[in-house]
């Protein structure tokens, strides 16, 4: 499957940057079947819905491959065939954005501090994920040294669009905090990431739809059965509460098609 069409099958989010790149690299190649032209088509005025003419435009004139794009975007191809494309663009998180969020964070709490992150931006910053996310999201509470910055927190997540935010660590498997990885030091403030494998069997257990979204993106990246063994060895409080399992069971039958292992 090419870069262009593995970006938009199946996702709920696509980032129009990632989009015009991939329409620019799908027409290196030469002749597009009928299907992929209509994909750029759709694409590029998707694109258009999102940025305004003007955006557009100015992609078009840095473009070497503007006037292929152009023919097709004026092509007769008949009836939009991917209508949900414009809904479904959103700018993703950019993991420089965050890392500027953390250097600018570690330079100017006073003490040092030591971050471990989990949820979707632990993911982006390892290259699992790709989407718009807000959310920093901190296992159990911030450092004092961080919590107490409520002036300077405030102005980083205006310049920044990134909140702190923290959750508790009964929502990750057990013997997670001997799996983290060191992501790196910010100024006086060391960051741990939890690992991918905690952080998907933590969503596998949620009822919620994006969980369930970012483990489809996850799946094919991980060892299914490195997954499953870590599922059926840290996971048995989670197992013993009803409506936990129940979220589990549907999740991994929809993403694997087959009952839940068993412990």
Do not use: C
Request: charged share 25%; aromatic share 8%; hydrophobic share 40%.
């Amino acid at each position: 499957m090419s870069e262009l069409w593995n970006l938009i099958w199946g996702k709920p989010e696509i980032d129009p940057a990632a989009l015009s790149q991939a329409i620019e690299q799908e027409l290196k190649a030469e002749n597009p079947d009928f299907r992929t032209r209509l994909l750029i088509r759709d694409g590029a005025r998707a694109l258009e819905h999102y940025w305004g003419p003007e955006r557009l435009k100015e992609w078009l004139n840095g473009s070497t491959l503007a006037t292929k794009i152009e023919a097709i975007r004026n092509e007769d191809l008949g009836e939009l065939g991917f209508p949900s494309l414009k809904e479904q663009l959103m700018d993703a998180t950019k993991p420089e954005t965050v890392k500027e969020f953390l250097r600018e964070l570690g330079s100017r709490i006073s003490g040092s501090a030591t971050l471990e992150i989990g949820g979707a931006i632990a993911l982006l910053l390892a290259g699992y994920l790709s989407r718009a996310t807000t959310d920093l999201d901190v296992v159990n509470e911030l450092p004092i040294v961080v919590q107490s910055q409520h002036e300077l927190l405030q102005e980083l997540q205006k310049r920044y669009g990134l909140l702190l935010t923290h959750f508790q660590s009964h929502y990750l498997p057990q013997g997670w905090e001997k799996r983290m990885h060191q992501f790196g030091k910010f100024g006086s403030m060391e960051v741990y990431v939890v690992d991918v494998y905690d952080i998907f069997l933590g969503k596998l257990f949620s009822a919620r739809t994006k969980d369930l979204d970012d483990l489809r993106i996850i799946k094919p990246q991980i060892d299914k059965s490195k997954l499953t063994k870590r599922l059926l060895s840290t996971t048995a409080a989670f197992m013993n509460e009803i409506s936990l399992r129940q979220s589990a069971e549907r999740n991994w039958y929809i993403l694997f098609g087959e009952n839940l292992p068993s412990l």
